[in-house]
């Protein structure tokens, strides 16, 4: 009777035990699930780089390319072409590039521009690239490089973050600076009724070329 019982009360203790593990068992696999990610991270650092920059090759590209042969003809005309084209080109560019492979691991891919003064407010800044917004916007005219200084970051629990800083070049003072023109400035106004993207000069910070990497599922 005697070790009956105490039978009982070790199977008791057992389901207990296992209760309390298997309630615990998600938590464990979520938070060693996030740390992985930035210890993968951290590994595959240089590779995540330079796929975002092959990525984003084409774009940067393709965005330039357009904006010199319109503004060729006129301000007016690179001003409609970036409106229609911009968000275009940045869609091709990644249905070129819809799934990467990274150390043993698929990515999707996501990429496009942003800023802290926005002319299309399609381009805000999302939460993960709102540090490295602030920080980079409060940096001297030509305090950064384009090409160094990039960020890679965990953007979320499942996705990978990297941000190249854009710097403004006197071509793009047209449309982007201090005077604009006075035509030209009110086709902004009116195709960008909330444009913020203006009183900029050389070398400034502009915003980020962003890619981000989500874990395929
Ligand atoms: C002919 C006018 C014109 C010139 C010149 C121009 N831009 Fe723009 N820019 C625009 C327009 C229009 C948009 C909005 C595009 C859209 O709708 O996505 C824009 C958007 C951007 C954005 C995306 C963020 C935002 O504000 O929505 C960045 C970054 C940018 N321009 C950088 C530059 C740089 C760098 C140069 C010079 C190399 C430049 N631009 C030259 C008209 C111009």
New binding site residues.
Partial sequence: MKTILSNIKTLGLLLLASLVLSACQPQIQESSKEYDLEAFVKSNEEDFAKTAQRILGPLKQNL?GT?MK??EHS?ER??SA??LE??GIADRARGENPVVEIGDQLFQVELG???H????P??RPVDWMKDYIATFSELESGAFDPQSDTVIAVAASDKVGYLEP????P??M???GDEIDGDLHQL?SQ??PEDE?TGFSPGDF??FFWVTFELAK
């Fill in positions: 330039m904006l319109e503004l301000a690179a001003v970036c409106q911009a968000p521009r942003t800023s003064k926005v002319r299309n399609d381009n854009i710097a403004l070049g071509m793009c047209t449309c982007h902004i195709k960008y993207a502009r915003g």
